[in-house]
């Protein structure tokens, strides 16, 4: 298991199996390090509409093994834990509360 850090310093844990599960898909093979930069380093952190205690990080990698898309890394926030649900690949931000950046 490995203890991820978000742009706000929290700590997530990425278990070793939904880690496998995560790179099982051929798309996300060699995507690993970009799951770390995603939460640390987010273009955008999306609450999910459908979970209150999911979040969605998203950041773009242009030139993926399916072209130029978004890496959405879902988070599930709880009081005093955060773990990965799962992460893919994606072509747009979903819908829902933006968390950050704020729109002031």
Same mark, same amino acid.
């Given at each position: 298991?490995?203890?991820?850090?978000?742009?706000?310093?929290?700590?997530?844990?990425?278990?070793?199996?939904?880690?496998?599960?995560?790179?099982?898909?051929?798309?996300?093979?060699?995507?690993?390090?970009?799951?770390?930069?995603?939460?640390? %380093?987010?273009?955008?952190?999306?609450?999910? @509409?459908?979970?209150?205690? &999911?979040? +969605?990080?998203?950041?773009?990698?242009? $030139?993926?093994?399916?072209?130029?898309?978004?890496?959405?890394? %879902?988070?599930?926030?709880?009081?005093?834990? @955060?773990?990965?649900?799962? &992460?893919? +690949?994606?072509?747009?931000?979903?819908? $829902?509360?933006?968390?950050?950046?704020?729109?002031?």
């Amino acid at each position: 298991m490995k203890i991820l850090r978000d742009f706000e310093g929290r700590a997530i844990r990425l278990t070793d199996e939904r880690l496998a599960h995560i790179l099982d898909h051929p798309e996300m093979a060699d995507l690993e390090p970009q799951i770390e930069t995603t939460l640390a %380093v987010p273009q955008s952190v999306v609450q999910s @509409a459908s979970d209150d205690e &999911a979040r +969605l990080y998203y950041r773009f990698y242009a $030139g993926t093994r399916v072209g130029d898309k978004f890496l959405c890394v %879902v988070v599930r926030v709880l009081l005093d834990d @955060a773990f990965v649900i799962t &992460a893919y +690949l994606t072509d747009k931000v979903k819908r $829902g509360e933006q968390l950050w950046p704020k729109n002031d």
